[in-house]
Protein backbone atom coordinates (compact mmCIF):
# COMPACT_ATOMS: atom_id res chain seq x y z
CA UNK A 1 0.00 0.00 0.00
CA UNK A 2 1.72 3.20 -1.31
CA UNK A 3 1.70 6.55 0.82
CA UNK A 4 -1.28 7.98 -1.00
CA UNK A 5 -3.61 5.40 0.06
CA UNK A 6 -2.32 5.38 3.81
CA UNK A 7 -2.86 8.99 3.74
CA UNK A 8 -6.49 8.01 2.63
CA UNK A 9 -6.60 5.79 5.43
CA UNK A 10 -5.84 7.26 8.12
CA UNK A 11 -7.93 10.43 6.57
CA UNK A 12 -10.87 8.69 6.73
CA UNK A 13 -9.95 7.00 10.58
CA UNK A 14 -9.66 10.59 11.90
CA UNK A 15 -12.72 11.40 10.46
CA UNK A 16 -14.47 8.11 12.08
CA UNK A 17 -12.97 7.94 15.13
CA UNK A 18 -12.34 12.17 16.06
CA UNK A 19 -8.74 12.67 16.32
CA UNK A 20 -5.03 11.31 15.46
CA UNK A 21 -3.23 9.35 17.83
CA UNK A 22 -1.27 6.24 17.92
CA UNK A 23 -3.89 3.90 19.21
CA UNK A 24 -5.52 4.39 16.01
CA UNK A 25 -1.98 4.33 14.10
CA UNK A 26 -1.86 0.65 15.71
CA UNK A 27 -5.29 -0.04 14.58
CA UNK A 28 -5.00 0.83 10.40
CA UNK A 29 -1.36 -1.30 10.56
CA UNK A 30 -3.07 -3.88 12.14
CA UNK A 31 -6.05 -3.49 9.24
CA UNK A 32 -4.05 -3.31 6.66
CA UNK A 33 -1.78 -6.57 7.74
CA UNK A 34 -5.10 -8.62 8.29
CA UNK A 35 -6.71 -7.74 5.10
CA UNK A 36 -2.79 -8.53 3.77
CA UNK A 37 -2.95 -12.04 4.51
CA UNK A 38 -6.90 -12.94 4.88
CA UNK A 39 -8.78 -10.88 2.45
CA UNK A 40 -11.06 -8.40 1.64
CA UNK A 41 -13.11 -6.64 4.59
CA UNK A 42 -16.17 -8.27 5.77
CA UNK A 43 -19.76 -7.72 4.46
CA UNK A 44 -21.25 -9.78 6.86
CA UNK A 45 -19.97 -12.29 9.01
CA UNK A 46 -17.37 -13.56 7.20
CA UNK A 47 -14.45 -12.76 8.96
CA UNK A 48 -14.47 -11.94 12.73
CA UNK A 49 -12.05 -10.59 14.97
CA UNK A 50 -11.29 -11.24 18.75
CA UNK A 51 -9.86 -8.32 20.15
CA UNK A 52 -8.21 -8.01 23.73
CA UNK A 53 -8.63 -4.07 24.63
CA UNK A 54 -11.14 -1.94 24.06
CA UNK A 55 -8.58 1.48 23.52
CA UNK A 56 -8.71 3.97 20.18
CA UNK A 57 -7.11 1.24 17.52
CA UNK A 58 -10.85 -0.59 17.15
CA UNK A 59 -12.06 2.27 15.63
CA UNK A 60 -10.07 1.74 12.98
CA UNK A 61 -10.35 -2.09 13.37
CA UNK A 62 -13.85 -1.79 12.80
CA UNK A 63 -14.02 0.55 10.06
CA UNK A 64 -11.41 -1.19 7.85
CA UNK A 65 -11.86 -4.95 8.64
CA UNK A 66 -15.39 -4.77 8.22
CA UNK A 67 -15.64 -6.54 12.03
CA UNK A 68 -17.93 -4.60 14.08
CA UNK A 69 -19.87 -5.00 17.28
CA UNK A 70 -23.19 -4.35 15.60
CA UNK A 71 -22.42 -7.18 12.84
CA UNK A 72 -21.55 -9.78 16.36
CA UNK A 73 -18.23 -10.82 14.05
CA UNK A 74 -16.19 -8.23 16.72
CA UNK A 75 -15.56 -9.91 20.01
CA UNK A 76 -14.35 -7.92 22.91
CA UNK A 77 -12.24 -10.06 25.65
CA UNK A 78 -11.30 -7.53 28.20
CA UNK A 79 -7.67 -8.68 28.86
CA UNK A 80 -6.25 -4.91 28.50
CA UNK A 81 -3.43 -6.32 25.87
CA UNK A 82 -2.31 -5.21 22.28
CA UNK A 83 -3.41 -8.44 20.61
CA UNK A 84 -5.77 -9.47 18.05
CA UNK A 85 -7.50 -12.66 16.67
CA UNK A 86 -8.45 -12.71 12.88
CA UNK A 87 -10.15 -15.41 11.52
CA UNK A 88 -12.11 -15.65 7.88
CA UNK A 89 -14.11 -18.11 7.72
CA UNK A 90 -14.77 -18.34 3.70
CA UNK A 91 -10.75 -19.16 3.31
CA UNK A 92 -10.46 -20.52 6.77
CA UNK A 93 -7.34 -18.89 7.72
CA UNK A 94 -6.77 -17.40 10.58
CA UNK A 95 -4.14 -14.67 12.37
CA UNK A 96 -2.63 -14.02 15.85
CA UNK A 97 -1.42 -10.28 16.09
CA UNK A 98 0.38 -8.89 18.93
CA UNK A 99 1.91 -5.65 18.80
CA UNK A 100 5.55 -4.82 19.93
CA UNK A 101 5.87 -3.05 23.42
CA UNK A 102 8.83 -1.70 22.91
CA UNK A 103 8.58 -0.46 19.37
CA UNK A 104 5.06 2.12 20.52
CA UNK A 105 6.85 3.36 23.76
CA UNK A 106 6.36 6.69 24.41
CA UNK A 107 9.67 8.86 24.83
CA UNK A 108 10.19 11.01 28.63
CA UNK A 109 8.29 14.51 27.28
CA UNK A 110 5.61 12.45 25.97
CA UNK A 111 5.04 10.11 29.05
CA UNK A 112 5.74 13.38 31.38
CA UNK A 113 3.16 15.24 29.47
CA UNK A 114 0.36 12.03 29.04
CA UNK A 115 0.39 12.10 32.73
CA UNK A 116 -0.90 15.87 33.64
CA UNK A 117 -3.30 15.02 30.94
CA UNK A 118 -4.86 12.46 33.01
CA UNK A 119 -4.39 14.40 36.08
CA UNK A 120 -6.20 17.36 34.46
CA UNK A 121 -3.26 19.85 35.61
CA UNK A 122 -1.93 20.56 31.91
CA UNK A 123 -1.65 24.14 30.40
CA UNK A 124 -3.31 24.91 27.44
CA UNK A 125 0.46 24.59 25.65
CA UNK A 126 1.43 21.33 27.12
CA UNK A 127 -1.82 20.23 25.63
CA UNK A 128 -1.43 21.32 22.66
CA UNK A 129 2.42 20.01 23.10
CA UNK A 130 0.95 16.60 23.78
CA UNK A 131 -1.11 17.08 20.71
CA UNK A 132 1.47 17.08 18.43
CA UNK A 133 3.63 14.61 20.13
CA UNK A 134 0.55 12.53 19.91
CA UNK A 135 -0.17 13.10 15.79
CA UNK A 136 3.65 13.19 15.88
CA UNK A 137 3.87 9.53 16.96
CA UNK A 138 1.08 8.17 15.17
CA UNK A 139 3.14 9.20 11.86
CA UNK A 140 5.56 7.27 13.28
CA UNK A 141 3.92 4.24 14.08
CA UNK A 142 2.25 4.04 10.47
CA UNK A 143 6.09 4.27 9.07
CA UNK A 144 7.63 1.22 11.00
CA UNK A 145 7.00 -2.08 8.63
CA UNK A 146 5.03 -4.54 10.00
CA UNK A 147 7.47 -7.25 10.58
CA UNK A 148 9.40 -4.49 13.59
CA UNK A 149 5.78 -3.28 14.76
CA UNK A 150 3.99 -6.30 15.14
CA UNK A 151 4.31 -10.19 15.80
CA UNK A 152 2.11 -11.98 13.10
CA UNK A 153 1.11 -15.47 13.75
CA UNK A 154 -0.77 -18.36 11.50
CA UNK A 155 -2.89 -20.03 13.92
CA UNK A 156 -5.47 -22.74 13.55
CA UNK A 157 -8.90 -22.16 12.30
CA UNK A 158 -11.50 -22.49 14.83
CA UNK A 159 -14.11 -19.64 14.95
CA UNK A 160 -16.59 -18.89 17.54
CA UNK A 161 -20.30 -19.08 16.70
CA UNK A 162 -22.21 -16.92 14.01
CA UNK A 163 -23.80 -14.32 15.78
CA UNK A 164 -27.26 -15.09 16.94
CA UNK A 165 -30.81 -13.78 17.04
CA UNK A 166 -32.37 -14.04 20.85
CA UNK A 167 -36.25 -13.07 21.80
CA UNK A 168 -36.46 -10.13 24.43
CA UNK A 169 -37.84 -10.64 27.59
CA UNK A 170 -39.52 -7.64 29.74
CA UNK A 171 -37.88 -6.81 33.16
CA UNK A 172 -40.77 -7.59 35.72
CA UNK A 173 -38.92 -4.21 38.00
CA UNK A 174 -38.31 -0.94 34.86
CA UNK A 175 -40.51 -2.94 32.16
CA UNK A 176 -37.89 -2.37 29.62
CA UNK A 177 -36.90 -4.89 27.12
CA UNK A 178 -34.03 -7.11 27.55
CA UNK A 179 -32.60 -9.81 25.23
CA UNK A 180 -33.44 -13.27 27.03
CA UNK A 181 -29.60 -14.50 27.17
CA UNK A 182 -28.93 -11.53 29.80
CA UNK A 183 -32.21 -11.64 31.69
CA UNK A 184 -31.59 -12.86 35.40
CA UNK A 185 -34.73 -14.63 37.75
CA UNK A 186 -35.20 -12.87 40.88
CA UNK A 187 -37.92 -14.56 42.47
CA UNK A 188 -38.77 -16.29 39.69
CA UNK A 189 -39.44 -13.31 38.22
CA UNK A 190 -37.00 -11.84 35.06
CA UNK A 191 -34.98 -8.88 35.91
CA UNK A 192 -32.74 -6.66 33.73
CA UNK A 193 -29.03 -6.74 35.04
CA UNK A 194 -29.11 -3.48 36.66
CA UNK A 195 -32.55 -4.31 38.63
CA UNK A 196 -31.37 -7.51 39.69
CA UNK A 197 -28.29 -5.59 41.18
CA UNK A 198 -30.30 -3.51 42.60
CA UNK A 199 -32.57 -5.31 43.82
CA UNK A 200 -29.86 -7.86 45.73
CA UNK A 201 -28.20 -5.00 47.15
CA UNK A 202 -31.12 -3.64 48.85
Known sequence: MNSTETESILKKAIQFHGHQCPGLAIGIQVSKAVLQELGKPARDEEMVAIVENNSCGLDAIQLLTGCTFGKGNLIFNDFGKYVYTFMNRENQKALRISVNKDVIKMDKEHLE??????????????????????????????????????????????PPPMARLHDSVDCAVCGESVMETKIRLLNSEPHCIPCFEKEIRS
Open 113 to 158: LFAKIKENTASPEEQEKFKQLHINKSKEILKIPPEDLMVIKKIDFS
